[in-house]
């Protein structure tokens, strides 16, 4: 287990992968993915559920991004946007661009082109992802054959050779297993292993370590990796744990509430938050500091996406809120450094505090 030391040397909290962003290969200037502005609503019998409200962000080659937030925040939708997966009855407005191509306006065939080639994705549950009537060797075949005309031999082939890509030992008679005969962190490889069979430009891995013990997620992680910079790819990496994405993502969008509320550099998130959520999820992370004591969650749960709270949406959970934030919700701006975006209309009280944790742990403390 790898750790993030703070500016003097102390353990912040406990990582959950023994990467560093030095193991991962920096990403170039090529854009790949450009989001912008990306809304996404789903009209129920009880009211318009505003799941996504105006993500944008730019994707690098070879460049990882992580999407955080607790459950319900965005991440999954704004996600399966990108791949075409979202039902008819979405409402999805802004604009995707992969290689300057838009992907909203494309026609169905050739959106489909682009899904599981070009733009490739590694779901939640592996379990429920993978048919459980055919074999690992036959659903990582159809995922070649789907875009590429070529004998069922070869391309049984090619599966074999990502089965021994991301470390499943005996790949050749693994071919023949079915799901339910491999762990759940052999799932998962292979779900890796269907995302890459096609040498994607993005891979977009949704809670890749969800039910997973620590020691199976740090493999997974560090497979994820090896493989991107085998292909060449970018990764979209949406977590609730900051943990996973310490030591692998170059930069960090994290959502509240259906919208981004803080972007920037990795770093400046850990060391220098500049929106109280972001604090909350910092200060709720087990660590050497808390060993022995309670966690400190952040008190409430996020709102209705169908009924939002006037002003900002964090306000009533929020420590720093007053009636500015009630009445007023702050866009995602610029604060004090370059390239580093939040949503908060208290930033610089944040920036005054050396750990501005301790705005959370001073409630919790005092609640317990």
């Given at each position: 287990m790898g750790e993030i030391l703070d500016s003097h040397g102390d353990n912040r909290l406990d990582v959950h992968v023994g990467l560093t962003l030095d193991d991962v290969r920096p990403p170039s200037d090529e854009e790949i993915l450009r989001v912008e502005d990306l809304t996404v609503e789903f009209p129920t019998d009880d009211g318009v559920v505003h799941a996504v409200r105006g993500v944008s962000y730019v994707l690098h080659q070879r460049e990882v991004l992580g999407?955080?937030?607790?459950?319900?925040?965005?991440?999954?939708v704004s996600s399966m946007a990108v791949?075409?997966?979202l039902p008819r009855t979405a409402r999805i407005s802004g604009r995707i661009f992969f290689r300057g191509e838009d992907v909203l306006a494309l026609p169905q065939r050739r959106r489909r082109d682009l899904r599981g080639k070009k733009i490739a994705m590694v779901f939640q549950d592996p379990m429920t992802a993978l048919n459980p009537v055919f074999t690992i060797g036959d659903q990582l075949a159809e995922a070649v054959l789907a875009h590429e005309l070529m004998p069922r031999k070869q391309a049984l082939g090619r599966a074999r050779e990502m089965l021994d890509l991301v470390g499943i030992p005996q790949a050749e008679a693994r071919l023949r297993a079915y799901p339910h005969e491999f762990s759940g962190g052999m799932r998962q490889r292979a779900m890796i292993a269907m995302a890459v069979i096609n040498n994607p430009d993005v891979i977009i891995a949704d809670e890749p370590t969800t039910a997973l013990d620590v020691t199976v997620q740090a493999q997974i992680l560090e497979?994820?990796?090896e493989v991107k910079d085998a292909v060449n790819a970018a990764i979209?990496?949406?977590?609730?744990?900051?943990?996973?994405?310490?030591?692998?993502a170059h930069k960090v969008l994290v959502m509240y509430?259906?919208?981004?509320v803080e972007v920037a550099d990795t770093d400046a998130i850990f060391y220098s938050p500049r929106m109280p959520y972001t604090a909350g999820l910092l200060g709720s992370m087990p660590s050497t500091d808390t060993t022995g004591h309670r966690l400190r969650p952040i008190k409430g749960a996020p709102?209705?996406?169908?009924?939002?709270?006037?002003?900002?949406?964090f306000s009533p959970r929020c420590p720093l809120a007053?009636?500015?934030c009630v009445t007023r919700e702050p866009d995602l701006a610029l604060t004090d450094a370059l390239d580093h975006r939040a949503a908060c209309h208290h930033w610089p009280k944040m920036k005054a505090v050396e750990d501005p944790t301790v705005f959370f742990r001073a409630e919790s403390e005092i609640q317990g």
């Open positions: 999407i955080v937030g607790e459950s319900g925040s965005g991440k999954s791949m075409g997966l497979k994820l990796i979209v990496l949406i977590t609730h744990d900051l943990g996973v994405i310490a030591g692998m509430a259906g919208k981004p709102p209705s996406l169908i009924n939002l709270p006037s002003g900002c949406p007053d009636e500015e």
